[in-house]
């Protein structure tokens, strides 16, 4: 029998040799009582050609193939003429003649073109994901996918971790987002919750001695989605014992140089930038700062807290501050109107208005201009390094607003302007985060975190007086702005979690209702003990320059977390509710 | 800084040398005004010395340590006195005289201790999951689980499959197993179901183009459990495209192959015995024969068809069967007593008796041989291979009755007879399986592997005639008597698709609305495709040498599906169930 190959994979090497290919009809045309197929494989495309002189029979079968027909042909690999030559195909030089032709399966005209970009809407391409999957790009995006699975695996392999399944059908607790459930048919009324993450049970492991544990795991939040959020997740998730935070970051540094290096052929610099939470709020307005490009922010708030321009003073007076872009030599780039637009962008993040200067001629020009000193002036200029030309915006209001509008603000110009080097791969490290964060609406502390996160040194003293400033042994992993993921040194003192569920507002009972097991778990010797989760779908999407995290997942949910295709969630059958001793309450009872 | 080092990794190359060591206290002896403790890390155990001539300061720290306690000491390693050498510990020629030590944690004491094996309940084991753990032979068990997932990953990776991820909240079905539900908040009233395997799934992925696809995947089943069943288990997926049933077996044999080797070091060989299925009914009993013994059933029904035993004729008469056992050279072994319980043991499979014969002075003796001829007699030695001293065994019954109670008492027979080679990893394929089984409860027939398996050649035309004889291009790895997984190649055309359900049972209605999307994915080029799904806790219970399901899955459920660590599943709160717009028919409606 003759050897199967791979259409993409053929080289002038196989010039004359006899092959078998296998695969779909990508196009057909018919030229000159030829027949031309480009076929396609996971590998590539081949062009087969059909030619009477050396098989009519091929010839005539091939008559009633279409696209998307699967296909198996044997025939001889041949160079093709100089004009026909094609240099968009990766295996143009060649062609194969036909001399045998089945067909293996028909297909339907498909409801849109496989081709490599399409302008089909997203719900057509989710419905037929089997159709949208064959084209390039998806097919390189999940290959790349499978590289970086095993990239990543290779490199925690060689250091010894160990790869470990953590259960699916576990406890819920009230902390942290929305759980999905799992009603249990054996013990009614009560159900089992779909991990959000596999934290309690990585530190569990650590806990029965296995020193380092990784998982490729897949978690579920309940929650509303947006484009970046999907109710099923993959994360890296990994935990050693005895390690500090510091070699925990070289060691994901390591991992992360190694992974680049073999996945996208790059040499990323290590170690990676670390900047501290209030750092990286305070010059990006962010805590997951895009490096790409500069326009940082800078506060004013020290040279216009006397200002006579009552905005500014007075947000400096509330407590809150004032913070301004330098939009450099964008000045006559931008008329009122195009400021106007900007002005409702940071409106939305809750920002009163955007107050702007432009600087020509040596002076700050603009409608806020007169209000200000000249010595405020001067301040605004050395601190904000303007020249001639330079566009300023600011945001004068509570600390959050600032940061939160600016800091997209600056992302949306960052864009706008073509600033963003889109080649580069900046990682950063965002360290010493808040260990709580004070829910206003709830008027109570959670866990900025999660409540088995180790608050730094001397933290818990500040506990009755400062919650608020309480750090936390905690540090994120940024790429391109975007959060890669978190990790953190974790509590391994049962005193220590008691202090903390006390912080967070947890009764004694509460604490023992819900993660009483931890509490018994740490006094039987819990070793010291920290990791580190990656969100995986979101790394492959900046690996793969895609900006949609539905295309990095093989069959994705909508926003409204259906799956168009199979049509799930779905209405069960009466018997499987009674099993279950559930009632539907926005049904009538039967 | 001292350099770390692992306990159990220590050679006598290390003498002299000053190490770091962190781990738990296994055990801790004083002599002679000395300190023995027993160091254990995830690598193995160290005896250190705590002696007042090297350090008092921590000699007297280490008074204060107790088992489990997680402590870090520094030391020098050196050889033991000839006197003390330890042969029980691998580390047992060394010790390390500790210079100082750190107390990272404390323990209370443990429940129970931690030796290699202990014979506590498994429901304190359970509860106390991290403390079982710790056990050498527990741990044992979880990094062969890890080798062996990644000695099976770097064969497929090798072979170009691409290892791919398949959704958790899928489309419920009414066919197989029950499904564990999960309801949609977004969607009152529908529901997502934990896939049972990612069947549908991975055929999609074939007609996605992806041509290898694998996946160490859980699934889910909410079955009534038994001692080899978890309601979250762990399956090895395999699926590809244009392989044949021959290919698709071959790879796995190398595969197979390959892991033997590197995991146990064993060289099986390959190809693995073949049987059909009908046949291995026929000789072991059983769709899954232990062949590390022989023992096999002997089918005399031609032999006694016109038997003056009337249970003997009746039996065939009426369509069943008569096989028996020969059980070699233990006539004298069994008193009619022992027998008793035999035949007590066959009637929990429905048998109505057990016949019983004693080869002895060249002669059948027992209480039925008076009904036989000598005909008879003599056509059950020859069948038999009967020699003095053995005793013989017999079911007269319907087929299945027959196979069930014998294939039962044979694997009984061969444990309590140590018939069992237990260093034998003996593979085999079973094959031909039917492809309907008939439900006599439910008076119709069901996909004996599932309703997308390929009938064999030429099977469809029986389906008016003779459903049950259909026969599907199905095969079974079985291992050592236990079925390891199953594969099939799949329908990959719409129209026989078609028939398969109504061959089911289905109306069109109730295939479309089920399984609409695959009938129509069938229809744009879906390739000829097969797979494997292969279970892998069961596996690694087999490589392990164990014999119970929990012990091969790192924090399992009991019978009852509890998690008895957790404590889930559990009560949830009135808002979560209000959410999703469920009631429970349990408790009165508040």
Tied chains: 1, 2.
């Excluded at 009477?52 to 093709?80: C, M, N, Q, W, Y």
């Excluded at 170690?271 to 010059?283: G, H, L, V």
């Excluded at 730094?456 to 400033?469: I, M, N, Q, R, Y």
């Amino acid at each position: 029998m003759t050897e199967r190959f791979y259409c993409g994979k053929l080289t002038e090497e196989n010039i004359g040799e006899e092959v078998l290919l296998k695969g779909w009809v990508q196009k057909r045309r018919d030229l000159g009582g030829l027949i031309f197929i480009d076929l396609r494989d996971v590998s590539g495309l081949v062009q087969i050609v059909f030619n009477p002189s050396i098989s009519p029979d091929a010839l005539a079968k091939a008559d009633s193939v279409r696209s998307e027909f699967v296909i198996e042909v044997t025939g001889k690999v041949v160079a093709r003429e100089e004009s026909t030559i094609n240099d968009n195909m990766e295996t143009g030089t060649l062609e194969v003649e036909t001399k045998e032709l089945s067909i293996l399966n028909k297909s339907k005209t498909p409801p849109f073109t496989l081709e490599e970009e399409s302008d089909i809407t997203e719900e057509i391409r989710l419905k037929y994901r089997y159709l949208d999957l064959r084209r390039k790009p998806m097919q390189e995006t999940f290959i790349l996918r499978h590289q970086t699975t095993q990239a990543i695996r290779n490199f925690l392999n060689r250091e010894d971790f160990l790869e470990m399944e953590t259960p699916m059908l576990t406890k819920s607790t009230p902390e942290g987002a929305r759980d999905y459930l799992v009603p249990s048919r054996v013990h009614p009324g009560e159900f089992y919750a779909l991990p959000q993450s596999p934290q309690l049970f990585k530190q569990l492991i650590m806990m029965s001695g296995f020193e380092k544990y990784y998982q490729i795991a897949r978690c579920f939040r309940d929650e509303d989605l947006r484009a970046d959020r999907q109710p099923e997740f993959t994360q890296i998730d990994i935990e050693t014992s005895f390690m500090s935070k510091e070699d925990i970051m070289e060691m994901i540094e390591r991992m992360m140089k190694q992974v680049m290096k073999e996945v996208k052929g790059l040499d990323i610099p290590t170690p990676f930038p670390r900047m501290k939470y209030d750092e990286a709020m305070e010059r990006y307005g962010s805590d997951k700062p895009d490096t790409r490009f500069c326009m940082e922010l800078t506060n004013i708030s020290e040279i216009v807290q006397n200002s006579g321009f009552k905005v500014f003073r007075g947000a400096v007076e509330s407590g809150g501050k004032v913070s301004g872009l330098n939009v450099k030599g964008k000045a006559s780039a931008y008329s009122r109107k195009n400021i106007d637009q900007l002005t409702d962008f940071v409106k939305i993040y809750g920002a009163k208005g955007l107050a702007w200067l432009k600087a020509e001629e040596d002076s700050l020009t603009g409608p806020i201009s007169k209000f200000l000193s000249e010595e405020e002036a001067h301040g605004i200029k050395e601190a904000m390094n303007v020249e001639n030309g330079d566009l300023l915006l600011f945001v004068a209001d509570k600390t959050s607003v600032v940061y939160d509008s600016l800091g997209a603000l600056r992302l949306k110009l960052g864009k706008e302007l073509n600033l963003i080097d889109e080649t580069k791969f900046n990682f950063l490290w965002v360290t010493d985060w808040p260990l709580l964060e004070y829910d206003e609406d709830l008027g109570r502390y959670f866990a900025a975190h999660h409540p088995f996160t180790m608050p730094s040194p001397g933290a818990l003293e500040k506990f009755h007086d400062a919650p608020g400033e309480m750090k936390a042994e905690a540090y994120d992993l940024v790429l391109n702005g975007y959060e890669l993921g978190g990790g953190s040194l974790r509590i391994h003192e049962p005193s220590m979690q008691e202090k903390m569920f006390e912080a967070l507002g947890f009764t004694k009972e509460e604490a023992n209702e819900q993660f009483g097991f931890l509490m018994e778990a740490l006094q039987y010797g819990a070793p010291p003990h920290g990791g580190i989760a990656l969100g995986f779908d979101r790394f492959i999407m900046l690996l793969a320059g895609r900006d949609n995290l539905r295309d990095t997942i093989l069959f994705p949910k909508t926003a409204s977390a259906s799956d168009l295709l199979t049509d799930a969630p779905s209405e069960v059958d009466e018997s499987q509710l009674k099993e279950l001793k559930l009632k539907l309450s926005n049904r009538e009872v039967k």
